[in-house]
């Protein structure tokens, strides 16, 4: 008959309270330090879309669509657009945060993420431009006198790398932060 060993493991669940209490401080510190990377990050990639942005100088009505005849003769002019100055970003949906102006500047215009009492379940960032012909603009290879097509996503590419590296830095710095307390040796 074979010896069979047995070992008997006592865990002692107390502190279960507060390990949730401290997971939830933990989410809302992330979520908080997260939403201000992600701020920072489309206050840049707005400033430079808006500066990259096509100066409008005729030749379009209000939809973006070219106003010739069969000839290629201008039918309307237009006397400039406001295409830089239509830039906005806009959070989950509701809250304009900021805007920009003809001149390439962006304007922080919404509540800071720390005067909000609610932690949001996510975090939806738009960026976008808001005029009817910011999309046959950014879309369509037209002569642009000053800026060019594909505004928004050509910045947002060049960008994307290092918004993913900020954001990992700034989770694994929060983390670090918030745990370095609760560790014993």
């Known amino acids: ?24 401080d933990l989410r809302k510190k992330l979520k908080k330090e997260i939403e201000k990377t992600l701020r920072k990050a489309s206050f840049k990639l707005l400033a430079d879309a808006v500066n990259k942005a096509p100066i409008y100088q005729g030749e379009m009505d209000e939809n973006g669509d070219l106003l010739k005849d069969e000839e290629g ?51 939806i960032l738009d960026i976008g431009f808001n005029t009817p012909y910011s999309e046959p603009q950014h879309d369509n290879n ?7 097509m594909e505004y928004l996503e050509q910045p947002f590419r060049e960008l994307k790398p290092k918004i993913v590296e ?10 670090h932060k918030a745990t370095r307390g609760n560790q014993t040796n």
């Open 166 to 175: 900020e954001v990992g830095k700034t989770a694994r710095k929060t983390i």
């Open 73 to 123: 003769k201008v039918i309307k002019t237009h006397d400039g657009g406001q295409l830089r100055a239509s830039g906005t970003i806009v959070k989950n949906n509701k809250t304009i945060i900021a805007t920009s102006d003809e001149n390439g500047s962006v304007t922080f215009g919404g509540s800071s993420p720390s005067s909000s009492s609610k932690i949001e379940s996510e975090i």
């Open 142 to 148: 037209y002569r642009h006198i000053d800026g060019q």
């Open 1 to 24: 008959m074979a010896r069979r060993a047995s070992m008997g493991v006592n865990i002692d669940l107390s502190g279960q309270k507060e390990l949730v209490r401290n997971s939830k």
